[in-house]
């Protein structure tokens, strides 16, 4: 092997090429610490002119000049033989490839992105200097050694001269004689690659036989170092122990003085880190992290490319929208951790349950989203959701742990005229709803019709809320009497809309979506303290003990904190009003809820003398020791019983079982939707304790309701008294 021979270090002259005089300045600044002579043109014609005058041993020359560009300006450098040997280093804040791959092809060397980092700059520079270093040299040692073996001696002591100039970069070096045998390496080589000299000396070098890339590769490769000669790109490789990495490659032709072919230099710097970086970059920007499967971004880019490939050739394809049913019971009961594994293995079963062609993604939470591509007829689509759902209705089995959930899944068609992805996955969305309040564990197709409900329950949440701000709500009451002594000693709040265009709404038409939407948490809040205000006063009025009873969702004692109940409680004290003389009617549901956080709300309200009463007794689970495990109050019989009681014998028994056993557990009773004397009479016969419905007074506005209850407290006559102003509206 040939040794290569490197001048002494003397300082070197470096040409600055800028039409920013700033720019010039700074960077001249900064080379002179370093020990570089700075010279500086202004313009292409001025850099010729200089080049020429000072022979620099490097030119920084900024790609956008004005009159002639830079890449011009090089390539008539290259055309002067005086001045063509210099290399130039490209300056340039553009970063399109193309506009780097004309600067290679008008002769420069290598190229440095604006903003400069000035390590890198002088690290760029000491590149190149050492490499025309060593081509100059390389060049004369082939001369001297045609003219006196002698100096074979000295070349060998200046190639490792050479060798601790360039041991220092950070990137590899590796120089290849013209039947590309490596000659020398830097210790960056055998720090990145694993490779020493002697194990690659004479032979071809392992960076261009690592069979990573296939064959084309490298002889497309080879073809542009023949044709420009230089090449650049990213190459992936091995290592020394078989690891593979990706290098980001430079390769130049080195010609001996004659212009015939002498070797090749590459260099090259591990830029493994920085690729992953960008893939991990890559992934957490498309794929769900949990599940590994597109998320909501990459599957919205998939199914435009999916649908436009559909319209295009006349084909259909299907989106299933999955919904997984009581997930939120694993997550409250078992953990988010155990939850987690769940949906991890829905994931597994869903993508398991498609084609390789079809799209799978999870979008967020417990939905997941395939599109079925290219369907011949809903006989595919109907076998697909049937195969899901019965995939997903076997059990999880985690650990020590057996999880069940279904799955509700909503079914929208796209064809040539059906609409876009985003249209496409509402429709879905809403199907699936629909399966969902059908009980779950079933699909759903969208059909025009959900469209229209869409667009009404959109209407009616925009209208809530704008009931909330506007204080569109009124409280209106419904007197409970005592059966024995016929004396009102309780009421019930029941909650009206009063909406602008629609008039006065019942609970039914909006209380279900408040619900679904959490705005039943402001609305409730409101109730409590609007009822509280007027039992207060009524309380004042009769100047008895009286309780106001009022209806609360389940929704709000499933929401997370106790600071409803703090609040609630608080304000009990701030009006001075007893806790006991409010009743919270509750549904049997909520007593069966096995939720910690439900069981401590109600604990929590009875602690502090809350009383419950459990509404619409017997249409549910009609549990007795449930009532008796939660201190229950009050039962109220369900009106379905009560308006057959003079036809239905069985209604009749069944009324007073229910009484009996209530009042065997110290639970009062009181019976909903009495019309009739008749039935009043034998409720009153049963022992029923308490009564409401239109036979004592239908639901009143309060100043009504308040008339009626001076009526019943002190008698007509004397129950023209003053009220105060009307302040029931929500506010």
Not at 524 to 545: I, Q, S
Request: charged fraction near 20%; aromatic fraction near 8%; glycine fraction near 6%.
């Amino acid at each position: 092997m040939m040794p290569i021979a490197i001048v002494a270090p003397q300082p070197k002259t470096i040409l600055i090429v800028d039409d920013i005089p700033a720019n010039l300045g700074v960077m001249a600044s900064y080379l002179e610490q370093l020990g570089f002579d700075v010279v500086t043109a202004q313009d292409g014609e001025e850099a010729l002119q200089r080049a020429q005058l000072v022979q620099p041993d490097v030119i920084l020359l900024d790609i956008m000049l004005p009159g002639m560009d830079g890449i011009e300006t090089c390539r008539r450098m290259k055309a002067i033989a005086s001045i063509q040997a210099i290399p130039v280093i490209f300056m340039t804040a553009l970063t399109e490839t193309s506009k780097k791959v004309e600067g290679f092809a008008a002769g420069g060397a290598d190229y440095v992105t604006k903003p400069f980092q000035i390590d890198e700059v002088f690290a760029r520079i000491t590149t190149q200097l050492q490499l025309r270093t060593m081509h100059q040299q390389l060049a004369l040692q082939n001369l001297a050694l045609q003219n006196d073996i002698r100096e074979r001696a000295h070349l060998d002591e200046q190639m490792r001269i050479a060798a601790l100039v360039y041991q220092n970069s950070a990137e590899g070096m590796l120089v290849m004689d013209g039947a590309n045998r490596t000659l020398s390496i830097n210790a960056a080589f055998t720090s990145i690659t694993g490779y020493a000299l002697d194990d690659i000396a004479g032979t071809d070098s392992p960076l261009f036989r690592s069979h990573c890339h296939d064959p084309a590769f490298y002889a497309a490769l080879w073809s542009a170092l023949r044709m420009d000669g230089h090449w650049h790109g990213e190459v992936w490789n091995l290592r020394k122990n078989g690891e593979k990495y990706v290098q980001w490659m430079v390769i130049n032709r080195l010609n001996n003085e004659d212009g015939s072919l002498y070797g090749h230099v590459t260099l090259f710097s591990d830029i493994t880190e920085k690729k992953s970086a960008e893939a991990l970059i890559l992934r957490q920007a498309n794929f769900d992290e949990l599940t590994g499967l597109p998320n909501r971004r990459l599957f919205g880019e998939r199914l435009a490319q999916e649908i436009a490939l559909h319209h295009g050739a006349g084909l259909s394809l299907a989106l299933l929208f999955i919904d997984l049913d009581r997930f939120k019971e694993i997550n409250d009961t078992l953990g988010h951790a155990v939850g987690d594994r769940v949906l991890v293995e829905a994931g597994r079963r869903i993508r398991a349950g498609t084609r390789a062609s079809d799209i799978v993604a999870r979008l967020g939470g417990d939905e997941f989203i395939v599109v079925l591509t290219r369907i011949g007829s809903l006989d595919r689509v109907e076998q697909s959701a049937r195969a899901l759902l019965e995939s997903l209705a076997e059990p999880f089995v985690l650990d020590d742990s057996v999880s069940r959930v279904s799955a509700s899944i909503g079914i929208s068609l796209h064809a040539n005229a059906a609409p876009e992805g985003g249209q496409l996955l509402n429709h879905a969305d809403q199907a699936m709803y629909v399966a969902k309040r059908l009980g779950g564990n079933r699909f759903s197709y969208f059909t025009p019709l959900l469209q229209q409900a869409a667009i009404d329950r959109r209407s009616l949440i925009n209208d809530l809320r704008a009931a909330i701000d506007g204080k569109q709500f009124v409280l209106y009451f419904q007197a409970i009497v005592e059966l024995a002594s016929g004396r009102i000693c309780k009421v019930e709040a029941l909650l009206r809309w009063q909406h602008p265009q629609r008039g006065l709404l019942g609970p039914d038409e909006f209380i279900a979506v408040a619900e679904e939407t959490g705005l039943i948490t402001e609305i409730g809040d409101w109730v409590f303290r609007e009822a509280v205000r007027w039992a207060k006063r009524w309380t004042a009025l009769v100047c008895e003990p009286f309780q106001i009873s009022i209806n609360v969702s389940p929704v709000q004692f499933k929401s997370e904190g106790d600071a409803q109940e703090q609040a609630w409680l608080a304000y009990l004290e701030e009006m001075h009003f007893p806790a006991t003389s409010v009743v919270l009617e509750i549904t049997e549901g909520l007593l069966l809820d096995d939720n910690k956080k439900v069981k401590g709300k109600l604990r929590q309200y009875k602690q502090a003398g809350v009383q419950m009463a459990i509404d619409d007794f017997g249409t549910g689970y009609s549990s007795l020791s449930y009532l008796k495990k939660f201190d229950t109050d009050f039962l109220k019989i369900d009106r379905s019983f009560i308006r057959n009681l003079s036809t239905d014998p069985n209604d009749r028994v069944l009324s007073e079982a229910i009484i009996m056993m209530a009042h065997q557990l110290g639970i009062k009773v009181i019976a909903e939707g009495v019309e009739t004397q008749e039935q009043r009479n034998f409720l009153l016969a049963a022992g029923c304790d308490y009564a409401q419905g239109y036979l004592f007074s239908k639901p009143l506005p309060p100043q009504a309701f308040e008339q009626l209850l001076l009526e019943n407290a002190l008698g007509p006559a004397k129950a023209a008294l003053p009220t105060l102003p009307c302040a029931s509206r929500m506010g």
